[in-house]
């Protein structure tokens, strides 16, 4: 008697990459300034002109509480 036993591949990601980080990587980055502290920084969307940008240590005093 032959029996089939199925074969599973799984492919393992050795890199700790995971599809968020993965996605980001190859992100276009746009260049722009922090409406408060004035400090270059860089942002994953093109700046609308008109509306405020903030870097990454200004952008928390402007969202909203969480609770």
């Keep these: 008697m032959v029996y089939s036993v199925p074969i599973i ?3 393992v990601n050795t890199q700790g990459l995971t599809p968020k980080t993965m996605s980001s990587i190859d992100r276009e980055m746009f260049p722009t300034t922090c409406a408060d ?3 270059e ?3 994953p969307f ?3 002109e008109g509306r405020p ?3 990454k240590e200004c952008l928390p ?3 909203p ?3």
């Design 9 to 11: 591949t799984c492919t």
């Design 37 to 39: 502290c004035k400090k």
């Design 41 to 43: 920084t860089q942002v």
């Design 46 to 48: 093109k700046p609308t």
């Design 53 to 55: 940008v903030y870097c």
């Design 61 to 63: 005093k402007h969202r």
């Design 65 to 67: 509480a969480r609770f």
